[in-house]
């Protein structure tokens, strides 16, 4: 916890002295605690046409079966409504029918781990907006209006698989499997003995799944574990690919089965967007050699007034977060939270970990 709250407190004072402001608040974004979706229908009878009341009924209703214990809600978003079955429908208002249905996509994580997160937060005296799941606000950022209707699913990390699929009439996150958190890192320190530091700092600056015929003549510089006062030893550049080359491609492989159970293809509209670590993959934009077959588009995050410095795709969860007010009003909330838009605050936060 010292750490984390050290860590916010570097970020938060950095930003002050570039934005020249006191940062008050914060949107925190979220991409810890076994993020997970689940879907919730209901539905209501008629009396007249669909009015503001009979919606509200109908998501109240929905919301009612979405407590599950030791998990928060992050979000609660309305993916489409139905009359008499006839299911599609963006905005019943003024519609006529005897049954109204809706269908609730609810976004949690681990109660636990999102308590410790927000502590952190708090610790370092910062007021919490909202917690944003990671994968919805790199959406928010780089899905363009047709990829949202037309359907695409944003992966955001080569790491972890963890994607965000959007269609038309739904938008679902995937779960990250925890235990391919750091494999890649751990892979390398252990094909080369060297430290798991040391491992980081070859896969982001020279990381590659893909060697190249001037691999086999580059060398890198890696000192061995529990020899930091001798030389460090030289392998060829082409050494690294082939422990990381195995590792993505199962990552890739497991995404692909992950979302294909979830129900979306694993090119969910013929569309994949690469964000964050995943577009850092060479393999991953490679039609012929990923497993989805399929032409990857890296992310850019494409909003107005953003310096060409903010639009690389690892910076696509943080645009997220700042257009992410303008989205959070068509999602839902419990009663004791409706009506409250973007504004809700720590207590509403701590609504939701309580109904969990």
Same mark, same amino acid.
């Given at each position: ?32 605690? @076994? ?8 539905? *209501? ?31 609660? /978003? ?21 049954? +109204? ?16 997160? /927000? ?60 235990? @391919? ?14 430290? +798991? ?7 982001? +600056?020279? %990381? ?13 510089? *890696?000192?061995? *574990? ?32 992950? +979302?294909?159970?979830? %129900? ?20 991953? %934009? ?10 990857? @588009? @890296? ?19 943080? *645009? ?24 809700? %605050? ?6 939701? /970990?309580?109904?969990?």
């Amino acid at each position: 916890m010292d750490e984390a709250e050290a860590a916010v407190r570097l970020a938060v004072d950095a930003a002050e002295r570039m934005a020249k402001v006191q940062v008050e608040s914060v949107i925190v974004s979220n991409h810890g605690g @076994r993020l997970g979706s689940t879907y919730y229908r209901a539905s *209501v009878p008629l009396v007249n046409g669909v009015s503001e009341s009979d919606i509200y009924r109908v998501l109240e209703a929905t919301s009612l079966r979405t407590g599950q214990h030791g998990r928060a809600i992050l979000h609660s /978003l309305p993916t489409g409504f139905a009359l008499d079955g006839a299911g599609g429908i963006r905005d019943p208002k003024g519609m006529m029918g005897d049954t +109204l249905g809706a269908d609730l996509h609810v976004v949690s994580a681990d109660a636990a781990a999102l308590s410790n997160l /927000l502590l952190a937060v708090e610790r370092c005296h910062l007021a919490i907006e909202a917690v944003v799941a990671t994968p919805y606000a790199s959406g928010l950022a780089v899905l363009v209006d047709d990829e949202a209707v037309l359907g695409a699913t944003c992966w955001i990390s080569a790491a972890a698989p963890s994607a965000w699929a959007c269609s038309a009439t739904a938008s679902r996150s995937r779960r990250r499997r925890r235990r @391919r958190g750091k494999h890649i890192t751990m892979d390398i320190a252990r094909g080369l003995n060297t430290r +798991l530091v040391d491992a980081e700092r070859l896969k982001t +600056l020279y %990381g590659s799944a893909i060697s190249s015929p001037s691999d086999e003549r580059e060398t890198l510089a *890696v000192l061995q *574990v529990g020899e930091e006062g001798e030389s460090p030893i030289h392998i060829p550049k082409s050494q690294l690919s082939r422990i990381i080359r195995p590792r993505v491609e199962e990552i890739l492989e497991l995404a692909r089965d992950r +979302l294909k159970a979830a %129900g979306f293809p694993a090119t969910s509209g013929g569309r994949i967007v690469l964000t964050a670590a995943a577009a850092s993959s060479p393999l991953a %934009g490679s039609r012929a050699q990923n497993p989805w077959r399929a032409d990857p @588009r @890296r992310a850019s995050a494409r909003r107005a007034g953003m310096p060409e410095s903010a639009k690389s795709p690892g910076f696509s969860a943080a *645009v997220g977060l700042l257009v992410y007010p303008q989205f959070s009003s068509v999602e839902y909330f419990e009663p004791s939270r409706a009506g409250q838009g973007f504004e809700r %605050g720590r207590r509403a936060i701590s609504a939701g /970990l309580a109904d969990g």
